[in-house]
């Protein structure tokens, strides 16, 4: 029998399974809503800094059918916080987000201290993954990380580090090369504690942003740096980019991830069309999952699947007043569906 975990894995080196996966990866594309948390009664944002509530909460994703996967944390801002940037830790329906800049430029980035990785919420997301892989043993464990740009936006007010990325080069790489280090010793700590993938979320590195040049020296760059060393140390590595794709699919096929995530502007047969020899993951509205009806997702997911997809996912992280129901949904039309396994151009 097929374990969710060898099915995604299968996926993620390339292989043919017998139908897509369907996961959640947390992270930016967080997957607790508030109809979740007081199903298990575990709450949000007390689960944001303990290991035990934080793994609980992963676990109800997979034990009560959303997703064939756990994954931690459940916001985007872990990376920031333990880079000197000020966070809020939100409500039970409202994420955590940075509140205040560690820097104004990144000609200060020498002032950064380095993130400890014994203690604050980094600590805590480490100590859930070990707590998931002994306790969901054949579930695949996802770890995440915020991208190198997203972070380094995050900690510098993004309205200079924009700019000074094209204006000051130089002092720029220096800072991104330290950020993206910082991020490979987060991701390898999370690959020994259990994690089978990392996700990588880039919501502030876009083509739309950065446009193609800028996208190819920054975003592509070291977003190769980081899936590097992650698949150097045997875990799979997703990428996803938000916005809109079509002035960046040459430079985005350049990224070594082993899977490449779109939001939900992006059409998944456009990307397949683009992308020919890549695992595409995605990508299910959340906006539907939120305010549609069951049926809207369920059309929605058979559309994703018809279109080539090979892992069926949101577009981007639920929103926290996602009725239950229509996260199921996602799953429920996945396992329910009549997929063709093709091979060779022909349908079996």
Known sequence: MTTTKDRLLTILDGEQADRPACICPGGMMNMVTGELQD??????????????????????????DCFENVGVPFCMTVEAEALGATVTMGT???????????????TEWQQLSPMDLESGRAKVVIDAIKILKEELPDVPIVGNLVGPVSVASSVTDPVNFYKELAKKRKIAHEYMEFVTQELIRFGLAQIEAGADVITIAEPSGTGEILGPRMFDEYVVHYLNELCDAMNE????????ICGQMHSVYEQINKVRASALSFDA???????????PDRVIMGNVSTFAVELGEATKVASLTESCMRSGSDIIAPACGLGMGSPLANVKEILKTVKSSQYEVVRGGKAE
């Not at 199903?39 to 009560?64: C, F, G, W």
């Not at 502007?265 to 992308?275: D, H, S």
Request: hydrophobic share 45%; aromatic share 4%; net charge positive.
């Open 39 to 64: 199903v298990v009664e575990v709450s949000l944002p007390e689960a944001h800094t303990n290991a035990r509530m934080m793994a609980d909460l992963a676990k109800a994703i997979y034990t009560q």
């Open 92 to 106: 039970r329906l409202f994420e955590p987000h940075v509140t205040d800049y560690a820097t104004k430029s990144v």
């Open 233 to 240: 140390a045997g875990a799979r590595t997703i990428v996803h």
């Open 265 to 275: 502007v992006v059409p998944i047969k456009r990307a397949k069309e683009n992308l």
